[in-house]
C-alpha cells in the first residue's frame, strides 16, 4: 500500500524517481526500492517524502492513491473536442467570407463588362489636339485595355474559388 501510493503519488506530480530522490538527498535505487516494497522509508524520511509530494502521511499510508490518468485523458479530451468545435466554425466562417468576395468580384467584372459595352468607348470621338483630354483619353483606353484583357482570368479564378469554397457534404 506505501509503496504504491508513493509511485502513485510521485507521478501525479510529473517527477521522476531520479528528481524525487535528489529532493529527498537519497539515491535513486532507494526510491525504487520504496517503490517495489523491497523496503519502507523510516518516520522522519516519511515526513520528507509527505512534504515533497505536498500530501499528509495518513494518505502516504492509508488507502491506496488512485491514479488520476483516466480522468485526465477525459478531460483533455473534452478540451480538444471544444477546441476543434471553435476551429471547425472559424473554418466555415472564413470560406464562407471568401466565397463572398469572390461572388464580388464576379459580379463586379460583370457589371464592369456591361457598363464598358454600353458605354461603347466614348472617349474615342474626343477631340484630341486638347491635351487634357488627349491625357484622359489615354487614360481611360489603358483601364479598358487592361480590364479587358485581364478581366476573363479574374472571372474564371473567382468562379474556381467559389466553386472550391462550396462546403461538400460528407
Not at 98 to 105: Q, S, T
Not at 128 to 149: K, Q, S, T, W
Request: hydrophobic share 50%; with cysteine; charged share 25%.
Amino acid at each position: 500500500m506505501l509503496n504504491e501510493n508513493i509511485k502513485n503519488l510521485r507521478k501525479q506530480k510529473g517527477l521522476s524517481q531520479e528528481e524525487f530522490a535528489i529532493k529527498l538527498n537519497v539515491v535513486r535505487q532507494t526510491v525504487s526500492k520504496w517503490e517495489r516494497g523491497l523496503s519502507v522509508p523510516d518516520s522522519d524520511m516519511l515526513l520528507s517524502i509527505s512534504e515533497v509530494l505536498q500530501t499528509p502521511v495518513s494518505v502516504l499510508l492509508g488507502e491506496t492513491v488512485q491514479e488520476k490518468e483516466a480522468e485526465d485523458l477525459k478531460a483533455i479530451a473534452e478540451k480538444l473536442e471544444v477546441i476543434n468545435l471553435q476551429l471547425a466554425r472559424k473554418n466555415d466562417a472564413g470560406r464562407k467570407r471568401l466565397r463572398w468576395f469572390f461572388i464580388l468580384v464576379c459580379i463586379f467584372i460583370v457589371v464592369g463588362f456591361i457598363i464598358a459595352a454600353a458605354a461603347g468607348s466614348p472617349y474615342q470621338d474626343w477631340d484630341y489636339n486638347d491635351p487634357e483630354l488627349a491625357a484622359a483619353g489615354a487614360i481611360l483606353h489603358g483601364m479598358e485595355f487592361v480590364f479587358v484583357r485581364v478581366a476573363p482570368f479574374v472571372l474564371i479564378g473567382s468562379i474556381v474559388g467559389i466553386v472550391l469554397t462550396c462546403k461538400r457534404k460528407r
